[in-house]
């Protein structure tokens, strides 16, 4: 026989834990003294994943959003824009056996401000809070 099959082994798939998702919101209104300069023609977004070490606790899902926005509002300064407009975002706890995982998908419309710019919270942060810490 010329060829041999190889299979792969079979590995367990990530169940679904937890998720949370929060629609695009406005993180500014017209009656806030914010001087935009010039905004995005889209949106920009980003899917980061990390893998626990330990039990989730309540905080690793609001940690990863809190951690997610940054770097996304850090990959927008990078094309000179440095406020987001609009922010929407997705958090997921995974678990594969003994192992965990949270991934968080960011989005955001960046626009450059004039003066400085208030920072905020993400969107909604809160519903993360007093999750129990068996699930997050």
């Given at each position: 026989?010329?060829?041999?099959?190889?299979?792969?082994?079979?590995?367990?798939?990530?169940?679904?834990?937890?998720?949370?998702?929060?629609?695009?919101?406005?993180?500014?209104?017209?009656?806030?003294?914010?001087?935009?300069?010039?905004?995005?023609?889209?949106?920009?977004?980003?899917?980061?994943?990390?893998?626990?070490?330990?039990?989730?606790?309540?905080?690793?899902?609001?940690?990863?959003?809190?951690?997610?926005?940054?770097?996304?509002?850090?990959?927008?300064?990078?094309?000179?824009?440095?406020?987001?407009?609009l922010e929407s975002?997705?958090?997921t706890l995974y678990?594969?056996?003994?192992?965990h995982r949270v991934?968080?998908?960011?989005?955001?419309?960046?626009?450059?401000?004039?003066?400085?710019?208030?920072?905020?919270?993400?969107?909604?942060?809160?519903?993360?809070?007093?999750?129990?810490?068996?699930?997050?």
């Open positions: 026989m010329l060829f041999t099959i190889r299979t792969r082994r079979k590995e367990a798939a990530w169940e679904v834990v937890d998720s949370e998702t929060v629609d695009p919101v406005p993180m500014y209104y017209d009656d806030e003294d914010l001087d935009i300069r010039r905004v995005s023609d889209a949106d920009t977004s980003a899917t980061y994943i990390f893998e626990l070490r330990q039990l989730p606790k309540r905080d690793h899902m609001r940690n990863a959003v809190l951690f997610s926005r940054e770097q996304l509002l850090q990959s927008a300064m990078l094309n000179q824009y440095n406020v987001l407009l975002w997705t958090c678990r594969r056996g003994k192992h991934e968080v998908r960011y989005s955001g419309r960046p626009a450059y401000a004039d003066g400085k710019v208030p920072r905020r919270l993400p969107p909604f942060i809160r519903v993360l809070e007093g999750r129990h810490p068996s699930i997050c």
